[in-house]
């Protein structure tokens, strides 16, 4: 079975050309789209179903550099033991309770100023992760790479609560 960047005609790597990709995935979804299989057999139809869906997750993958990274990870024979390890830098898990004092320094106060400050904050952090983990992948460091994608993992939810955290506010 080919895997997502062999769908859709692309190298195996992170850096991905998005505007090859969103071709390949319509190139793709034209094949496999029900229109086509109108007056096709049950067993034509559902293999076609099997494919869309398949071209849906793997655009999806492809698509969030966060996905990619990871899915480049496990191509490479690298699980990302998110559930086992959780394994972070010192210097990370400083950062991470300084966040969250300030996050929740910015909901007690019903502060906008100070959670659009820790977003930028967090939003420089992930480009920052985001840059480390494709010099990682491009020098085939998988094992750090995995390490870095776990960092961003935090990155990723705790960008969300922030997020939740503004919504409630407005």
Known sequence: MQNHFELFHLP???????????RAYHDVQNQVHPDRFA????AEKRVAMQWATRANEAYKTLKSPFKRAAYLCELNGVDLEVES????????????MEW????????AGKDPHALDALDRSLRSERKDALAAIAMQLDSQDFTQA?????????LEKFSEEV????????
């Open 146 to 154: 995995a390490s870095l994608v776990r960092q961003l993992m935090f």
């Open 39 to 42: 007056n096709a057999s049950d």
């Open 100 to 107: 969250r004092e300030a996050l929740d320094d910015a909901r």
């Open 85 to 96: 390890n959780t394994a972070m830098p010192v210097a990370f898990l400083m950062q991470q």
């Open 12 to 22: 195996q790597q992170f850096a991905v050309d998005l505007g090859a990709l969103d």
């Open 163 to 170: 997020a939740n955290a503004q919504d409630a506010l407005m």
